[in-house]
């Protein structure tokens, strides 16, 4: 999950990809907001527990990858896993050689991270293909997709290298504001358009060559300095078809046609964590803990929760017929789909839960900052 504190770090969109500053967070001031207190679990769910694995200490912006019954796994130190989702049991496992920045991409047979000292570095089954240094700080875990391998950097430049051999196909540099948000941002394809959050934009690209096909802004700079006009969009989509809606950072939250490159609607949102989506809502979490669903049709908002206020929650999970999130307290919360009531919590090590929670085949997988790895299955 990234906290409020991961929010307040701030990179320079520089070549050299150097870091700003640090900003206090939120949850540090004297007089921040107390959690919402839990009532007893009502338990309204048959989940239970059913392994769980030791990885490194997460303290970056991971993404999970999952192929199938597989999630892939970065920490820390660079070690770099695939796991068998139904046990944990790892299938490979290996070092970088360096701290893990920005991960994991994987197609299940091509698998992407990057390091901290800015190495693009691509496995398969867990050897090392070829590595290559990249000119800006990346923190968006590589796209692997079509035997090629994206990049989206600090520097706003897309960079699309052949997954086989690394040779760079092409690069082209979007440039923006000074600033950007040192958090995972948008980088996905939707049928054959790469889709890539661009400042406040959501900008479709060629794949094959990056030409831009179109751009939707959903949210413009605003402000008088650098800091108050900074504006990024941030990991974590809802989709439908060929629908995809995104969050601004603290801005707002809106939804594309990437089939036309059309927006369809946009609503102003204060969040900082992403979104997902069923074929009728779309879910997220605004600064304070209000769980959000609003309407794929239109953006009316269909519900809200206050019942995980100031918890530090994580990018949602729609899974059956509940919404799932992580909280800094490594707690998972299941809320209902249709109207937000809580249906269940789990509890894990204690740490906050470290990236959005994935299914793969049958099991929710989640990662806390302690490097914990669970596996959550229906009973």
């Not at 360096?98 to 992407?112: E, F, K, M, N, Y």
């Not at 959050?197 to 030409?211: C, Y």
């Not at 600064?287 to 809200?304: E, F, I, N």
Request: proline content about 4%; aromatic content about 6%; overall charge neutral.
């Amino acid at each position: 999950m990234t906290t409020l504190t991961d929010f307040a770090h701030w990179i320079r969109a520089a070549v050299g990809g150097l870091t700003l500053g640090l900003l206090a967070a939120c949850s540090s001031q004297p007089n921040a907001p107390q959690p919402a207190p839990l009532g007893p679990d009502p338990a309204l769910l048959g989940v239970r527990q059913v392994w769980s694995a030791q990885v490194g200490a997460v303290n970056f912006p991971m993404t999970l990858a999952v192929n199938g019954n597989t999630v892939f796994v970065g920490d820390d130190a660079g070690n770099l896993s695939a796991r068998d989702a139904s046990s944990g049991a790892a299938l490979w496992q290996t070092a970088v050689g360096a701290p893990i920045g920005a991960g994991v991409g994987s197609d299940g047979r091509l698998t992407s991270v990057v390091t901290r000292g800015n190495d693009l570095v691509t496995l398969a089954g867990g050897q090392e293909l070829w590595r290559t240094r990249l000119p800006a700080q990346v923190l968006t875990a590589p796209l692997v997709a079509g035997a090629r391998v994206f990049v989206l950097a600090g520097d706003r430049s897309v960079t699309a290298f052949d997954g086989q051999t690394g040779r760079k196909l092409w690069s082209d540099l979007h440039p923006g504001d000074a600033l950007v948000l040192r958090q995972s941002g948008v980088l996905t394809a939707v049928n054959n358009t790469l889709v890539v959050g661009l400042a406040g934009r959501l900008v479709g690209l060629d794949p094959g060559n990056g030409q831009t096909l179109w751009a939707v802004t959903l949210a413009s700079p605003r402000g008088t300095n650098d800091v108050e006009r900074m504006v990024d969009l941030v990991s974590g989509l809802g989709r439908n078809g060929s629908v995809v809606c995104a969050r601004a950072f603290q801005a707002a939250v809106g939804c594309v046609d990437a089939a036309q490159g059309s927006a369809l609607w946009r609503q102003a949102a204060t969040g900082v964590a992403g979104l997902h989506s069923d074929d009728e809502k779309v879910f997220g979490v605004e600064s304070d803990g209000r769980v959000m669903a609003w309407k794929m049709s239109d953006g009316q908002v269909a519900w809200t929760s206050d019942a995980l206020r100031y918890r530090q929650l994580s990018t949602p999970l729609v899974l059956g017929r509940s919404v799932v999130l992580g909280d800094e307290f490594g707690q998972l919360h299941f809320l209902s789909r249709r109207d937000g009531a809580v249906l269940k919590r789990l509890t894990t090590d204690g740490s906050a839960v470290a990236a959005a929670p994935v299914v793969a085949g049958n099991t929710l997988v989640v990662v806390t900052r302690k490097g914990g790895m669970f596996g959550f299955q229906p009973e």
